[in-house]
């Protein structure tokens, strides 16, 4: 079955950078993007980027633009997402999600489990 | 940037109502880029809708979406104990963004 599978939890103290995996399996990784969304305790979705596995493309939210990458590892069905410069706003939860389309029409789906990333002095 | 705007916050009800859902835009969104998915606390959201009106693979019939341009609508006929949750719109363009959401309640 199709399923994303991501990394552990992680603590960082602010100014330090985080990497975050998405380990794909049960489908072509290179035949869909991959989103990254995050969600902040307690609060709702915010959508960070996109990259697109086959050619390593992306497309970050201008939020994000500056201290966000997102890269892959095709060998490994894996994609990452490194965010630097870390303040204590960015503890939340991040999830990796696949872009499914059909006839033009756009979801997501599946969801990785979340990767909790706490960022405390 | 597309604002989604949901209300009500926060939805009472109780399980056998129906429960209905607004997702507004702050300009036309196209049909086939609009989702709706529910979370339940500690799990990653769950695809419900796409193309504002289609429902995902297990879904069931009590789920529909309907709406155009700015205004859309999740309605879930009969609630069961199982529906109470958060649930989000998110459109999809060149970029995408996600309402805030609207709790789902037991009263």
Redesign the interface.
């Known amino acids: 079955q199709v399923q994303l599978v991501q990394s552990g939890a992680e603590v960082k103290k602010p100014g330090a950078s985080v990497k975050v995996s998405c380990k794909a399996s049960g489908y072509t990784f290179t035949g869909y993007y991959m ?1 990254w ?1 995050r969600q902040a305790p307690g609060q ?4 960070m980027g996109w990259i697109n596995p086959n050619s390593g493309g992306t ?1 970050y ?2 939020k994000f633009q500056g201290r966000v990458t997102m890269t892959r590892d095709t060998s490994i069905s894996t994609a990452y997402m490194e965010l630097s410069r870390l303040r204590s706003d960015d503890t939340a939860v991040y ?1 990796c ?1 696949r ?1 499914y389309n059909w006839n ?11 990767t909790l990333v706490t960022v405390s002095s | 940037e597309i604002v989604l705007t949901q209300s009500p916050g926060t939805l009472s009800l109780s399980p056998g109502e129906r429960a209905t859902l607004s997702c507004r835009a702050s300009q036309s969104v196209s049909s086939s880029y609009l989702a709706w998915y529910q979370q339940k606390p500690g799990q990653a959201p769950r695809l419900l809708i796409y193309g504002a009106s289609s429902r995902a693979t297990g879904i069931p019939d009590r789920f529909s979406g309907s709406g155009s341009g700015t205004d859309f609508t999740l309605t879930i006929s009969r609630l069961e104990p199982e529906d109470f949750a958060v649930y989000y719109c998110q459109q999809y363009g060149s970029s995408s963004t996600f309402g805030q959401g609207t709790k789902l309640e037991i009263k």
């Open positions: 989103h969304v709702g979705l915010e959508w497309n939210a201008q999830y999600a872009e033009y029409v756009y979801w997501f789906d599946p969801w990785g489990q979340g």
